[in-house]
């Protein structure tokens, strides 16, 4: 059975959760199903609901055993996707800044000439994506950015990068991300940021959420510095 | 209000500053974290008293040496087969005892167990990140890694004498080595055969064992084919099979996406004493149902709130 957009499996996990299914393969109609999903569920959450994370093509609901068993989280996960909407649900509008400078994108030469363009073309194909937040993972505030242009679409390295600054901008497939943390890589590092995607703010510590559509402003290394201050 | 402070005479790695954990943020990126073994900790609490999620050390096998500088606090002791002194006085692993300034504690590994927990009549000083002490091991976010020459402070500490003396260790704060897990979210990726392979063989901890998972050896269990499955959301207890055919138990600091299938996820109630095992052991994993899996939760959870009541009243 292949779960669709519109008939998702639930598949039980473990004691606590029920992983939502709609879709196998990465596509946009199952992303929205999930972002539909959960946000119905934040705005009408079941008894014993703990978190929910919502993925590329799957949302995890989290409930807690001693107050609810799958069936019922099941039956009122149901319930919120027939009461669904039609209009994709709308994520805010997120500016990050982008320095290309060369000596904070060491891979962005060899992007060039992998892809047979010139690296003022490469830094204007990465600034004329339609980014949007497709999930976190890997580690603490890494956004996975699904809408790297194809022109500039390349495989990741086949061994990581040790010691990648935190900020950097990397791209891999159709994906992009800026590193949060210092942490090694195989994605290609195209340039760096200072816009911090942990905030340090209380009420909303981290810039993105899942569904929010990115956009990228070049700024020149003196501007970086100074925003780096 | 009086202070104890502490200097870290030693700290072994993986020694760091936990609390009840962080849920709520895995959309973030952000796992609960918190202590490895969760029941050993709140024990560890609810002997002196305290909330069962109050800030505390956990103490991995590399071992910990705290030197009183000044004040006195009592503290309690519970979680692995450690060995626990004061000076050249031998504890129990399990003991509240109250130290003063000028002496000692020393907490190294024992006969058992991987992971200890000390907690304190008073506040540990720590960072707060995102509402919780409790530390993210990859990232150092939270209370952070406790280092060798740094300075601990107990605020509020108090000398409780009535509290003081060795504590039992229950039979099910001891390591388990018969886990169970029910199959999925993607055991469909994998051949029948493979399946039994799961849940028929016996797999040894390997010394890949850290805060964010437990790697195993044990049979390979090769996926059908060749996977690219879109990365999705993890739980803590989920047995992630590489693209090697390797089992990998993630564990309080897992990532919390990943494109590896996996082939089953081990009850919560299970993980705390699974983690008490040691590189070498051997565990088997055994399947049951989700339903059953609820039941046998709720029995548990029962038992282990009746047990900590009954602590904190005798206490």
Redesign the interface.
């Known amino acids: 059975m292949i779960p669709t957009p519109d008939a998702p499996i639930f598949?039980?996990?473990?004691?606590?959760?029920v992983?939502v299914e709609f879709?196998?393969?990465?596509d946009q109609a199952a992303h929205t199903s999930v972002l539909r999903l959960d946000q119905a569920l934040a705005a009408n959450p079941c008894a014993g609901f703990?978190?929910?994370?919502?993925?590329?093509?799957?949302?995890?609901v989290?409930f807690d055993?001693?107050t609810t068993?799958?069936?019922t989280v099941t039956a009122h996960l149901c319930r919120l996707l027939t009461t669904k909407t039609t209009t994709r649900p709308a994520g805010n509008e997120r500016e990050v800044l982008v320095c290309y400078d060369p000596a904070l994108s060491p891979d962005l030469a060899v992007v060039a000439q992998q892809t047979g363009l010139t690296a003022e073309a490469v830094i204007s194909a990465h600034l004329s994506g339609d980014y949007a937040v497709f999930?976190?993972?890997?580690?603490?505030?890494?956004?996975?950015l699904g809408g790297v242009p194809a022109v500039i679409q390349l495989d990741r390295k086949p061994s990581a990068v040790r010691g990648v600054a935190a900020g950097s901008v990397l791209i891999a497939g159709p994906q992009c991300l800026v590193t949060t943390?210092l942490?090694p890589t195989g994605w290609w590092i195209i340039g760096r940021s200072p816009t911090p995607i942990l905030t340090g703010d209380a009420v909303r510590?981290?810039l993105f959420d899942?569904g929010d559509t990115v956009c990228f402003r070049r700024i020149t290394r003196a501007e970086f510095d100074r925003a780096s201050r | 209000m009086t202070a104890a402070t502490f200097r870290v005479a030693f700290a072994g790695p993986h020694v760091t500053v936990q609390d009840g954990g962080r849920p709520g943020l895995m959309r973030y990126g952000v796992p609960a974290s918190g202590p490895m073994d969760r029941k050993s900790f709140a024990l560890a609490n609810v002997a002196l008293g305290n909330p069962a999620h109050q800030t505390g050390i956990e103490v991995s096998l590399g071992g910990l040496s705290l030197q009183c500088l000044s004040g006195a606090v009592t503290l309690a002791i519970a979680g692995g087969g450690f060995i626990v002194q004061i000076g050249e006085r031998k504890l129990g692993a399990w003991a509240v005892i109250t130290i003063c300034a000028g002496q000692t504690l020393t907490i190294r590994p024992g006969p058992w167990g991987s992971w200890t927990y000390l907690t304190f009549t008073g506040i540990l000083q720590a960072k707060d990140w995102l509402g919780s002490q409790a530390t993210h091991g990859s990232s150092g976010f939270g209370g952070g890694k406790i280092e060798t020459g740094q300075t601990l402070t107990i605020t509020e500490a108090r000398v409780m004498e009535n509290c003081e003396g060795p504590m039992p260790c229950p039979v099910w704060a001891r390591p388990l080595h018969l886990l169970r897990c029910v199959l999925g979210p993607q055991d469909r990726y994998f051949a029948a055969e493979t399946i039994a392979a799961f849940t028929g063989s016996r797999f040894e901890l390997t010394d890949a064992f850290d805060r964010m998972g437990l790697r195993l050896r044990g049979p390979v269990l090769m996926p059908r084919a060749a996977l690219a499955i879109p990365s999705e959301p993890i739980l803590r207890g989920s047995v992630q099979i590489s693209g090697d055919g390797v089992a990998t138990v993630l564990l309080s600091d897992h990532q919390t996406t990943g494109g590896y299938p996996k082939i089953a996820t081990v009850l919560s109630d299970d993980l705390d004493s699974f983690v008490q095992c040691r590189p070498g052991d051997v565990v088997a994993f055994r399947a049951i149902l989700p339903e059953d899996a609820i039941t046998a939760t709720r029995l548990n959870r029962g038992r282990f709130t009746a047990f900590l009541d009954r602590m904190s009243g005798s206490g």
């Open positions: 598949r039980p996990i473990a004691e606590r959760a992983l879709g196998a393969a990465l703990c978190e929910a994370v919502p993925a590329f093509v799957n949302l995890l989290e055993p001693l068993d799958h069936a999930m976190y993972g890997f580690a603490p505030g890494y956004a996975y943390l942490m510590p981290f899942v």
